[in-house]
């Protein structure tokens, strides 16, 4: 009898566990399909703000640390007082960290290495935030914008005396207006982007990315805008002051660069489009250095166009003041460099020369003979950071991916270097859950902050940009992001970007970054300072944030709670307003989101005035 009541007692413990395990499973995937359906704490936070209409930097404050208040806990009160950034003198109101002017000098001038990136050693780094000047005011609003710059955000008149019968820029009262003009369009950007249009298939979308080597102030690439192609601009911090910052200004893509021994920062078939009008770069020196590094940027089938010096040198030469022999020699340089590149000329009309790029390497059979084309053997012809030019020429690509769609199609259609199985781990269904994840991601924002496709921010960077999902999933013909692929990140997607009809670049953000301060009016970053832990000092990072967002700029920064904890601290001393959002998919995730504003102030003498 005691055997069958100990048996029945265990049949009954055994179904109170099971009634209980049960339960517990019940609950907790009841619980996990509400956190999964949108109504979870940040959802209904951000429904909230979205209904009030508030902006992002009046963000209700969250209960942050009952999710995840360890680390929080940790930290004792003498600990948790944030430093103070002092600001710097305002003689570094325009500051370059990696284009000072002064450390520019002690660098050779062979090949413009001094105009290259020289960034300071680490106890040469400024540790203080940098002032706007006194008188700073928003930029217009684009497409204002292009044809007007206020005088205080960038009061340099240099160049509307030096270029005054070109076109390029006048000053007119409080502010510089831009007529479209250039040393090559004295009549302006459109007609001169109508004669190329007559030889380049721009209206189709067939072209959507574009290279402008020295740039000037971008009214090329600003033209090119309302034909739906994006182009990015460069040109280097010289004696034509601040060519690059009336361009961002503008709000026009653009960085401070120069053709010399380094390989630009971009990937291999990048561009469908580059342009050089009359600026200044020897393509036929160094046996073609610069048309090559050029062909490796260009994408098969893309046009490279030559506008100025030597074309149509015999009516010119006389009014370039050269020899007639010496300009002859540069054409029959470029032209022999062309033909061995496998490029065939289109066009030849006035003093504007169009080249083609052939599609594939069938077509360039020819070459294959000839002694002076010599190959790259280096299997990755996208390792470009601080590298030297090479004289050798970038091979097709041995699996092509099949075709780029037109633009905008190409957004969302899937790259050729996804499609090929370029990028190791990636595949076609992995990169489309990451374009819907940004899209969900981006669609969350847009509730925290109203006016993100108001716009009220134009000129946008992507500190981390992945493929280029936040870009595609917030396009607008509003604004346009910059897609920064960090050298140390996982994989190298940059190509893909441009595949998608976007620009980007390479950079390491444990240095500043080739720009201005004040030309950004967001940043976003996302896994950012996860991807830079012990790589770098994190207040160098978000120091050069500071710098080059200009005042009432806003950022949005996506990371591991940690790392926000983190950044939260070190900006709560760098006049940024800032508030702390969950996770769209609720409070239990991880990940979250900081938003902030960057104060307004101004250097006034010696000191800020806010």
Not at 425 to 450: L, M
Request: proline share 6%.
């Amino acid at each position: 009898m005691a055997l069958k009541s100990n048996s029945s007692d265990g049949r009954t413990r055994s179904s109170v566990q099971i009634f209980i395990v049960v339960g517990l499973c019940c609950f907790f995937y009841i619980l996990g399909a509400w956190q999964r359906s949108g109504f979870g704490k940040g959802d209904s936070i951000a429904l909230e703000i979205s209904k009030s209409g508030a902006d992002c930097n009046i963000v209700p404050s969250l209960n942050f640390e009952t999710h995840h208040g360890g680390e929080v806990e940790s930290i004792n009160e003498s600990e948790s007082k944030p430093k103070v950034f002092e600001p710097c003198h305002p003689r570094y109101t325009d500051y370059t960290p990696c284009q000072d002017q002064r450390r520019a000098m002690t660098f050779p001038r062979d090949s413009m290495n001094y105009r290259e990136r020289h960034c300071p050693p680490e106890e040469e780094k400024l540790h203080c935030l940098i002032p706007a000047p006194k008188g700073y005011v928003t930029p217009f609003p684009w497409p204002k914008s292009r044809d007007y710059v206020p005088y205080a955000n960038a009061p340099y008149k240099s160049l509307t005396v030096e270029k005054a019968i070109q076109n390029w820029i006048q000053y007119e009262g409080n502010v510089f207006r831009f007529p479209g003009g250039g040393t090559q369009f004295p009549q302006g950007a459109d007609k001169y982007i109508d004669q190329l249009a007559s030889v380049i298939p721009i209206k189709n979308g067939t072209v959507r990315t574009a290279l402008d080597t020295g740039c000037g102030v971008a009214s090329w690439g600003a033209y090119l805008w309302s034909r739906n192609v994006i182009a990015m601009s460069f040109a280097p911090r010289d004696s034509h002051e601040a060519q690059v910052q009336f361009a961002l200004e503008r709000g026009v893509p653009a960085v401070i660069g120069v053709l010399g021994t380094i390989k630009m920062p971009y990937p291999c078939r990048a561009f469908d489009m580059a342009h050089c009008s009359r600026c200044l770069i020897p393509w036929g020196a160094n046996d073609g250095r610069y048309m090559i590094e050029v062909d490796r940027v260009l994408r098969p089938g893309g046009y490279w166009v030559l506008s100025g010096p030597p074309i149509n040198w015999k009516t010119n030469y006389k009014a370039w003041q050269r020899p007639k022999e010496e300009l002859q020699e540069e054409q029959r340089k470029i032209e022999e460099i062309a033909n061995l590149l496998c490029w065939e000329k289109k066009s030849e009309k006035g003093e504007i020369a169009v080249w083609q790029k052939k599609v594939n390497d069938e077509s360039c059979r020819a070459r294959r003979d000839d002694s002076r084309a010599n190959f790259c053997k280096s299997s990755d012809a996208d390792d470009v950071w601080y590298k030297k030019m090479e004289g050798c020429i970038t091979p097709y690509p041995e699996v092509a991916g099949g075709e780029l769609k037109a633009f905008p199609e190409r957004l969302y259609a899937i790259p050729p270097r996804i499609s090929s199985g370029s990028i190791p781990g990636v595949s076609a269904e992995s990169y489309q859950e990451d374009s819907n994840k940004w899209k969900k991601h981006v669609n969350a924002y847009k509730k925290i902050n109203r006016l993100l496709d108001s716009g009220r921010y134009r000129n946008i960077m992507d500190m981390n940009a992945g493929f280029g999902g936040f870009a595609a999933a917030i396009q607008s013909p509003k604004l346009w992001v910059m897609n920064v692929v960090p050298t140390i990140a996982d994989k190298n997607t940059l190509g893909v970007i441009y595949e998608r009809g976007l620009i980007g670049i390479y950079h390491d953000w444990c240095e500043a970054f080739s720009t201005y301060p004040r030309t950004y009016d967001l940043i976003h970053a996302h896994g950012l300072f996860s991807l830079y832990k012990d790589k770098c000092n994190i207040e160098d990072i978000l120091l050069e944030m500071d710098r080059i967002l200009r005042p009432e700029g806003a950022i949005i920064i996506r990371d591991e709670v940690d790392e926000i904890i983190k950044v939260k601290k070190i900006v709560g001393g760098m006049r940024w307003d800032t508030k702390m959002v969950d996770h769209e998919d609720g409070p239990l995730v991880p990940e979250k989101i900081l938003v902030a504003v960057k104060q307004y102030w101004v250097a006034s003498g010696n000191s800020t005035s806010s």
